[in-house]
Each structure stands twice: as C-alpha cells, then as structure tokens.
T-cell receptor, first 116, second 109 residues
Framework: EAGVTQFPSHSVIEKGQTVTLRCDPI?????LYWYRRVMGKEIKFLLH????????ESGMPNNRFLAERTGGTYSTLKVQPAELEDSGVYFC??????????????FGNGTRLTVT | RKEVEQDPGPFNVPEGATVAFNCTYS??????FFWYRQDCRKEPKLLMS???SGNEDGRFTAQLNRASQYISLLIRDSKLSDSATYLC??????????FGAGTILRVKS
C-alpha cells in the first residue's frame, strides 16, 4: 500500500510569491489533514477534510492560505502571497475513519517550505 | 501556557538503559492520547496509543493519569535505533490533534 505522498519535498520561494503544495492520501482514506511545524515550534493543526468538504479549518492562520480537495482525492494547499513567517514543514496526513481515537493518522514526509 | 507540555531534553542514555518521558496536558476535555516518534527530517509516526489502564508494546509502556492530566512513556533496554524525538499528542476537539514540542532521546553505545 502506498503511503501519503507530498510534493514537492522542498520549496524555496521569495516573499510575495505563490506556492502550491500537493498531498495524495492513502487510497480509500476519506479523511485528510494538513499540519505544519514552523521553526522551533510544535506541529500545529491547519485543517481537516472529509472527502471534498472542509470539516474543520480552525487552524488556518489567515486568508493567504487556501486548501482544496476537489473530487475528494488529492489536496492542495496554496499560500499566496507567501510571507517569511510561513517557512516551516507542512505535513499532510490521512486516516480511514474520522475519529482519531480509533484510526491512526498516517503522515506524509512533509514539504519543507523556505520563504526568503 | 502550552496545551501539551514536554521536557525537551535531550535525554542522553547508554544502550540498555531504561528511560521515561513525561507529558502534561491542560485541557481536561482531551479524549485520546498518543505517543508519536519523529526521526530527524522525517514525518511523525504513531508509536502507540495510550489507554487509561496503561498499555505495553514490547519494550514500550505508556501510562495515562486523567486526574493529574499526565501521560508517560517508559522505554526499557534502550537501543541505538530508539534515538528520535518523542511527541506527546492529545486529541481534543473532534479530529484535531494537539502536539507537544517533543522530547529528544539520544541512545549512545
């Protein structure tokens, strides 16, 4: 079984530019999550999709971030325009069942974003 | 105050040692509890869930004290391959995981 895959693995962009991160969850996993870790901080929740619907987007930092999951398969996270404080590692995770207590999250390798 | 607090370490231990990590959480509404392991520049991976009655998986034992809002992880007979960052994680609202900043373990020969 293929795991959660993320693309690109690294991205270096200048402040003000746009970057789009992609996540392919494990096949059959309806639940897809985005998390991020900024330098020196803990991993923090961004949002949760169930199929193509946003279940919880309370962790999205501001309106420069836009997540989509058209068709309920892969997801994209766009940052526009990027700011220096957006630098960090963006993780995607998926799970089969919606209740995290009963179904483990499988994380992708992450996208390391550097904004200069 | 952070919602999940961990001692950042590092804990430097020799092979074969027993080491214990502690974690406290502030929200009494937290429902599920986990230990994740993260190797350098890798993704977090679930090590084990933590149950109220305590649970064991090989050399790893996890304990939960809901009254004190405290979680622990005990590693016996440490191996070099146990070197990693151990993340204490709780589930509070719905399907949102709240991560601690992690405890660094270095096992040396």
């Amino acid at each position: 079984e293929a795991g959660v895959t993320q693309f690109p693995s690294h991205s270096v962009i200048e402040k003000g530019q746009t970057v789009t991160l992609r996540c392919d969850p494990i096949s059959g996993h309806d639940n897809l999550y985005w998390y991020r870790r900024v330098m020196g901080k803990e991993i923090k929740f961004l949002l949760h999709f169930v199929k193509e619907s946003k279940q919880d987007e309370s962790g999205m930092p501001n309106n420069r971030f836009l997540a989509e999951r058209t068709g309920g398969t892969y997801s994209t996270l766009k940052v526009q325009p990027a700011e220096l404080e957006d630098s960090g590692v963006y993780f995607c995770a998926s799970s089969q069942v919606g209740t995290v207590g009963y179904s483990p999250l499988h994380f992708g390798n992450g996208t390391r974003l550097t904004v200069t | 105050r952070k919602e999940v607090e961990q001692d950042p370490g590092p804990f430097n231990v020799p092979e074969g040692a027993t080491v214990a990590f502690n974690c406290t959480y502030s929200n009494s509404a937290s429902q599920s509890f986990f230990w994740y392991r993260q190797d350098c520049r890798k993704e977090p991976k679930l090590l084990m869930s933590v149950y109220s009655s305590g649970n064991e998986d090989g050399r790893f034992t996890a304990q939960l004290n809901r009254a004190s809002q405290y979680i622990s992880l005990l590693i016996r007979d440490s191996k070099l391959s146990d070197s990693a960052t151990y993340l204490c994680v709780v589930n509070r609202d719905g399907n949102k995981l709240v991560f601690g900043a992690g405890t660094i373990l270095r096992v040396k020969s």
